[in-house]
């Protein structure tokens, strides 16, 4: 049986990124999508796909580009770019090409979408860092491993606990 390791992955843009930016035509860009299919106005996607060429990439590496009007938080850690431009670009690479069965997923579009819905496991390391995963007391592997144990143990009890109230009262 063959199987099949999908993945996205994004990073910050680099110069030679910048560079392969500046060359896309505006009529490159499409409007992003929301998780459930609508337009994300002021939200776009382009395909950087063969304008940036990378040197031992595997064959079939995909690059999305995603393009928004910064934020307040975000200003401090625009690059000269895109402080010209007035966006800030997200680059996600990924092996995904088009999936059987699943109508458009070979579209930027779709594969912005899927890459941003991962956000909720990026949210989940965050927490559990904060939960004491980030910060192991001691030398000893016996301490950190009980350490471990119970950060985890909050972790699944934060989760569990987000779960009430989603549930409804049959009573």
Known sequence: MRRTVRHTVGWKITDDDEKAIAKLPETAWETSVRQYGSLQEGYFVAELTGVN??????????????????????????????????????????????????AGSGHAQFLDVLHRSHTGVEDGVRTNKAMGLGNLPSASWEVNRGWMLDASLAADLDAWLRLLPCTTSTT
């Open 53 to 102: 060429t990378r040197e031992g990439w595997p064959e079939g590496m995909r690059l999305i580009l995603r393009r928004v009007r910064p934020t307040r938080r975000h200003l401090k850690k625009l690059t000269a770019f895109e402080k010209r431009t007035g966006w800030r670009y997200c680059i996600t690479a990924t092996n995904i090409g088009r999936m059987w069965g699943i």
